[in-house]
C-alpha cells in the first residue's frame, strides 16, 4: 500500500494563495481515489475536495467551493490541493488520504472509508 507525504503548508494572508502537495510511495497511485480533509482546533475533521482514480472527476466541500482545486499527476504519484482566497477560517490541519478503488471514476468523500492517511501540513491564514 502506499504511503503519503504532505508539504506545502505555511503561513500566508487572508486572500492569498498556497498549493498543498501529497507525495505517494509506491507504483500503484493510480490505483487510489485521493481526498483532502482539514481539522482546525477543536473541530470535527472536514472534508476538502476529493478526485477520482484515473477519470479526472471531482468534488469538493461547499466552504472552498470554488477557490480550492484538487488535481492529480499520476505519473508523479502526487495530489495537489490549490488554495485560493483564503479566508481565516482556512486555518487548519490539511491532510490527504489514499482509498484503493476499483472504479476508476468515482470520488469518494467519505473519511471513513480511507484507510490511508498523511501525517497533515499546517494551514494558517492571517489578517
Known amino acids: 500500500q502506499v504511503q503519503l507525504v504532505e508539504s506545502g503548508g505555511g503561513l500566508v494572508q487572508a486572500g492569498g494563495s498556497l498549493r498543498l502537495s501529497c507525495a505517494a510511495s509506491g507504483r500503484t497511485f493510480s490505483s487510489y481515489a485521493m481526498g483532502w480533509f482539514r481539522q482546525a482546533p477543536g ?11 484515473t477519470d479526472g472527476n471531482t468534488a469538493a466541500g461547499d466552504s472552498v467551493k470554488g477557490r480550492f482545486t484538487i ?47 498523511g501525517q497533515g501540513t499546517h494551514v494558517t491564514v492571517s489578517s
Open 71 to 117: 488535481s492529480r499527476n499520476n505519473a508523479k504519484n502526487t495530489v495537489y490541493l490549490q488554495m485560493n482566497s483564503l479566508k481565516l477560517e482556512d486555518t487548519a490541519v490539511y491532510y490527504c488520504a489514499a482509498e484503493p478503488e476499483l472504479n476508476p471514476g468515482r470520488v469518494v468523500t467519505d473519511e471513513y472509508e480511507y484507510d490511508i492517511w
Open 43 to 53: 473541530k470535527e475533521r472536514e472534508f476538502v475536495a476529493a478526485i477520482s482514480r
